[in-house]
């Protein structure tokens, strides 16, 4: 058994009990669900992944709902548990639910809660600024200088690549791959070739604008390519990012094969998920490859990264913190808590899951309306006409 796990309780007296298992941002979330008669514990245990049990520990023998994270691991364990104390709920703090088990969950007639929405521009931004710092050997510099190692000017002190000009390459063009393209074609002039199953009507005519745009003022046109193959992408691009769900066809999409076909001073961006990458064989190309440089917020294995990674000059590691924007972790533990909040009192379901503005706008109460539910389908459960 685990040992009991300390608690913050707000609203002691609610009628519905609602667990969270981490302190989450800002203070909103918490008052949407005290306003509808919760009470609201708190995990505060110093541990940076609960286990099975010591979730188990939390859920005890009556619990409405919950809100988790994305390190643990929700599967047949913990819905039992939790369907046993009358809960009905569960949402991640989070747009990916690749930790949990569905199909466990509507076993038990749980709804599954995901945040999306929230994070298209915080995410493409970390991006972005990691194609940057990747090009301008930013971080090498910052270190170089906290050594105590730079002592004058030279010609060619830490020279990276110019952006201007070059060809963004961009994985998957959904919400986030497209924003991200457009910060790098009209921030940097960069052309654009991107690969997705569907094409990105909107992304081309927003580079066809920025081109005409361009030309008109005297300049040179961006330009943009929707490639006919992810390989494509990879030989011609100068910059690549990727922005792919993660499944069995894109689990090591990039490998040893298709790292070698990139140019020796490329630069790969990976913002997914951690195994789109064999992590394996890219410490392997940076060893070898010493002017190609990458810039990852996720790891194959989180927390650890291989072994050899971590000694790459060529390579810039960031804690998974794409979404870590005040506004938008504030707004995933506002979607989340709505999310539980709706299931707990028979709301439907909000009919775009990826137009949630309403519920993030602070001056008025959110919609009638659970923001997320992965399963509705699986559940039956209605829609909100709203």
């Known amino acids: 058994m685990a040992k009991p796990v300390s608690i913050e309780v707000w609203n002691p007296n609610g009628k519905y009990r609602v667990v969270s298992t981490k302190p989450m941002p800002g203070t909103r979330w918490i008052n949407l669900l005290i306003e509808q008669d919760c009470r609201v514990e708190i995990c505060t245990q110093k541990k940076t992944i609960?286990?099975?049990?010591?979730?188990?520990?939390?859920?005890?023998?009556?619990?409405?709902?919950?809100?988790?994270?994305?390190?643990?691991?929700?599967?047949?364990?913990?819905?039992?548990?939790?369907?046993?104390?009358?809960?009905?709920?569960?949402?991640?703090?989070?747009?990916?639910?690749?930790?949990?088990?569905?199909?466990?969950?509507?076993?038990?007639?749980?709804?599954?809660?995901?945040?999306?929405?929230?994070?298209?521009?915080?995410?493409?931004?970390?991006?972005?600024?990691?194609?940057?710092?990747?090009?301008?050997?930013?971080?090498?510099?910052?270190e170089?200088?906290?050594?105590?190692?730079?002592?004058?000017?030279?010609?060619?002190?830490?020279?990276?690549?110019?952006?201007?000009?070059?060809?963004?390459?961009?994985?998957?063009?959904?919400?986030?791959g497209s924003a991200y393209a457009r910060m790098m074609v009209e921030g940097f002039k960069m052309n654009l070739i991107y690969y997705d199953l569907y094409q990105?009507?909107?992304?081309?005519?927003?580079?066809?604008?920025?081109?005409?745009?361009?030309?008109?003022?005297?300049?040179?046109?961006?330009?943009?390519?929707?490639?006919?193959?992810?390989d494509e992408v990879l030989r011609e691009a100068d910059v690549i990012s990727l922005h792919p769900v993660l499944d069995k066809t894109t689990y090591h999409l990039i490998n040893k094969e298709r790292l070698a076909?990139?140019?020796?001073?490329?630069?790969?961006?990976?913002?997914?998920?951690?195994?789109?990458?064999?992590?394996?064989a890219l410490v392997e190309h940076l060893?070898?490859?010493?002017?190609?440089?990458?810039?990852?917020?996720?790891?194959?294995?989180?927390?650890?990264?291989?072994?050899?990674?971590?000694?790459?000059?060529?390579?810039?590691?960031?804690?998974?913190i794409a979404s870590a924007s005040?506004?938008?972790?504030?707004?995933?533990?506002?979607?989340?808590?709505l999310n539980v909040l709706g299931k707990i009192k028979g709301y439907p379901i909000w009919g775009n899951p990826n137009q949630v503005e309403p519920f993030l706008n602070e001056n008025a109460q959110p919609p009638a309306a659970s923001p997320s539910i992965v399963n509705s389908k699986a559940l039956g459960l209605p829609v909100s006409r709203l």
């Open 326 to 337: 005040k506004w938008t972790r504030e707004g995933m533990a506002t979607l989340a808590a």
């Open 287 to 320: 060893k070898q490859n010493p002017m190609f440089r990458v810039g990852l917020d996720v790891f194959e294995d989180e927390p650890y990264m291989k072994p050899g990674l971590s000694e790459m000059k060529n390579a810039i590691v960031v804690p998974h």
């Open 50 to 142: 609960l286990s099975v049990e010591d979730i188990i520990a939390l859920i005890g023998d009556k619990c409405n709902g919950v809100i988790g994270q994305l390190t643990e691991d929700w599967g047949e364990t913990l819905f039992a548990a939790l369907s046993r104390a009358g809960g009905k709920a569960f949402s991640n703090m989070a747009v990916g639910y690749n930790n949990v088990d569905v199909n466990a969950a509507n076993k038990y007639g749980i709804a599954v809660g995901n945040t999306p929405g929230v994070l298209t521009e915080t995410t493409a931004e970390l991006a972005a600024s990691l194609s940057l710092a990747a090009a301008r050997r930013i971080v090498e510099a910052d």
């Open 200 to 230: 990105a009507t909107r992304l081309e005519k927003f580079v066809t604008a920025y081109g005409q745009f361009l030309k008109a003022n005297g300049e040179q046109p961006v330009t943009w390519k929707r490639a006919s193959s992810m």
């Open 144 to 176: 170089f200088m906290r050594a105590g190692l730079y002592d004058g000017w030279l010609p060619n002190l830490f020279v990276g690549n110019l952006l201007k000009g070059q060809t963004v390459g961009v994985i998957g063009a959904g919400r986030i």
């Open 261 to 280: 076909t990139m140019k020796k001073e490329a630069i790969l961006v990976n913002c997914s998920r951690g195994p789109v990458i064999d992590e394996v």
